[in-house]
């Protein structure tokens, strides 16, 4: 059974500002496209909604359930979260190694829990630099939040 392959992505129009995030789940021919807008949030936060809406949208699909997942992203904030830093933050108390406090705390939670148990290979893509699918995301998220502006 082939991986089911997830792109994401998040923004804003000012930071903090009106933000969107998008995903795009594509197993064989079939495509499952979400995007939601926020009135007022930060990128940060929209780029770990997008990749939890994702996960979320999985969950929902039992026949998906045992697939492997392939997640890309064009945060490095993401993909290093998940994949380097996480462990740290939970075992340091949702502490930076600076002791701060770990921001968006409840998003890396819900994150971390969504992908637990999941065979996810984390792929970091460079944004705008020509792959149609993130191209898609970063369309989808900018035009949801041309819609908060007007």
């Known amino acids: ?9 998040g923004g804003c129009s000012g930071n ?25 949030t930060t990128n940060n936060r929209m780029e770990l909604q997008g990749v939890i809406a994702a996960l979320q949208e999985v969950d929902r699909h039992p026949e998906w359930q ?20 996480i462990g740290t933050w939970e075992r340091n108390g949702w502490r930076t ?5 770990v921001k968006n705390k409840e998003l890396w ?23 149609p699918w993130n191209e898609e995301c970063d369309r989808l998220v900018r035009q949801a939040i041309g819609r908060l502006k007007r």
């Open 16 to 40: 903090p500002g009106p933000g969107a995030w998008a995903y795009i789940l594509i197993s064989g021919d079939e495509r499952h496209r979400a995007v939601e807008s926020v009135p007022s």
């Open 109 to 131: 939670q819900e994150l971390r829990r969504l992908s637990r148990s999941r065979s996810i290979r984390w792929r970091w893509l460079q944004g705008h630099a020509g792959n």
């Open 1 to 9: 059974m082939s991986a089911l392959t997830i792109y994401t992505d």
């Open 97 to 101: 190694r600076s002791r701060e406090a």
């Open 66 to 85: 045992d697939r492997e997942l392939e997640i890309f992203t064009d945060s490095e904030y993401v993909k290093k979260g998940i994949t380097e830093w």
